[in-house]
């Protein structure tokens, strides 16, 4: 078990590598998440004993039951938050993740700023764009992104990294990375936060920085099967 995460793994990052290398023979760098959740320490331990130290985690209760300790065996883990985020856990979130991935209104970019100001903690984010438009989907819409990104880092001061999205299930994803890197031009982030297990390399030949990959590396989870996408209660 342990030896087929770790293989899955380097597996997962030459792919990372050729995907990189297919339009610039010099290769870019892409970050990749390795995607946790759902599974426990035991699971982990392997991927962190092969030397990956970018995870990700959907749900701050899930994160914060596994993590600290962790964490406190590996200084040198990054925590991403990838899934919606409710503004009562913000300060759980802000105290135990490295970035967030998901800032899709004001009230949680405000919420987010001042927990940072009080723990001293300048955490970068990314903004979650509803980039098919769907009406259960969190994320903020296509046409407010470019201004909600000057919000959050004016209004807000957040350290706005890039734009995040999760394509609608079941359509090809190619177009809609593609226009992710046109909104992040417009937005003038560099950070594009795309890709998963199923479609990482065309994420990667669109520009993703950062792919979330949990899947392919760490195998089926018993459940929840799908990404939790949904909007949270505002
Ligand atoms: C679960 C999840 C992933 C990883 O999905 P896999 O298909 O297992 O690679 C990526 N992003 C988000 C937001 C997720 O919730």
Not at 138 to 143: K, R
Request: net charge neutral; charged share 25%; aromatic share 6%.
């Amino acid at each position: 078990m342990d030896n087929e995460i770790a293989e899955r793994l380097t597996a997962v990052r030459r792919r990372i590598e050729a995907a990189g290398r297919r339009f610039d023979p010099a290769g870019r760098p892409v970050t990749l998440i390795a995607v946790s959740k759902g599974f426990g320490p035991e699971t982990v331990a392997p991927a962190l004993a092969a030397g990956q130290l970018e995870f990700g985690e959907n749900r701050v209760q899930e994160a914060a039951a596994k993590w600290p300790a962790l964490k406190a065996d590996h200084p040198g883990v990054v925590l991403h938050m990838i899934g919606p985020l409710q503004t009562n856990k913000v300060r759980d979130a802000v105290a135990l993740f490295d970035v967030i991935h998901t800032v899709d209104r004001d009230r949680l970019a405000g919420a987010l700023a001042g927990e940072m100001a009080r723990q001293a903690r300048q955490l970068p984010v990314f903004v979650e764009v509803n980039i098919g438009g769907e009406v259960q989907k969190a994320g903020v819409g296509v046409d407010e992104t470019v201004d909600f990104v000057a919000r959050c880092r004016g209004e807000h001061g957040l350290e706005v990294r890039g734009l995040m999205c999760i394509p609608p299930m079941g359509e090809a994803p190619g177009p809609y990375f593609a226009h992710l890197a046109t909104l992040a031009r417009a937005a003038g982030v560099e950070g594009l936060s795309m890709g998963m297990s199923s479609d990482f390399e065309q994420a990667i030949w669109m520009g993703a920085t950062h792919v979330r990959v949990g899947t392919a590396i760490f195998g089926a989870r018993r459940q929840p099967a799908q990404p939790d996408v949904n909007r949270t209660r505002r």
